[in-house]
């Protein structure tokens, strides 16, 4: 157990919805990032927040966007889906500023149809 | 533009090989060097990491090494069993981890 949460575990919508996806953290980590991981590929960085701050963001469009709340929860809200949004949607905390030690939660599986 | 590319994309062994997995990234300005594995379906647990100074890092019976000059690093299974079946990927830290796509290993009992 790695103690990151994620919700739901499958989701499925249509093309132009929007969607929220929910990661919990453990307590004191301060650091969280979101990947999308399509099938048969490895995962590729959104973004990433510290103590409630964007901390740097990857080659995704603004209908990508996220929160951090102080009690260690975040969300990944994509606005307008699109089919190629269909992926496993992964959170990975961390108790330092960066990419070291991350724990990742184990994803929400979203279908666009 | 960094790129991390993995060989081979599959792999299948006998229980009690030795294998090695190989990672290759373009650019050498890295902070790190990651291994994870992941299980169908699920997130990733970290393997192994090893910092941009470093030459090698070692747990149980994983080891891998860092070559930045080359682009390079591997990841030394010993003595691989069924338990080990995973999907294994190395990432790269530039201030934002870059994946390659991974390597499928499959070991027979």
């Known amino acids: 157990e790695t103690g990151v949460t994620q919700s739901p575990t499958h989701l499925i919508k249509t093309r132009g919805q929007q969607v929220t996806l929910r990661c919990s953290s453990q307590s004191g980590h301060n650091t969280v990032s979101w990947y999308q991981q399509a099938l048969g590929q490895g995962p590729q960085f959104i973004f990433q927040?510290?103590?409630?701050?964007?901390?740097g963001r990857g080659n995704f469009p603004p209908r990508f966007s996220g929160l951090q709340f102080p009690n260690y929860s975040s969300e990944l809200n994509v606005n307008a889906l699109e089919l190629d949004d269909s992926a496993l949607y992964l959170c990975?905390?961390?108790?330092?500023?960066?990419?070291?030690?991350?724990?990742f939660g184990s994803g929400t599986q979203l279908s666009v149809l | 533009k960094q790129e991390v590319t993995q060989i081979p994309a599959a792999l299948s062994v006998p229980e009690g090989e030795n294998l090695v997995l190989n990672c290759s990234f373009t650019d050498s300005a890295i902070y790190n060097l990651q291994w994870f594995r992941q299980d169908p379906g699920k997130g990733l647990t970290s393997l192994l990491l090893i910092q941009s100074s470093q030459r090698e890092q070692t747990s149980g019976r994983l080891n891998a090494s860092l070559d930045k000059s080359s682009g390079r690093s591997t990841l030394y299974i010993a003595a691989s069993q069924p338990g080990d079946s995973a999907t294994y990927l190395c990432?790269?830290?530039?201030?934002?981890?870059?994946f390659g796509q991974g390597t499928t290993l499959q070991v027979k009992p």
């Open positions: 990975a905390s961390s108790l330092t500023r960066g990419n070291e030690k991350l724990f």
């Open positions: 927040y510290y103590r409630e701050e964007e901390n």
């Open positions: 990432a790269v830290d530039t201030g934002k981890l870059i």
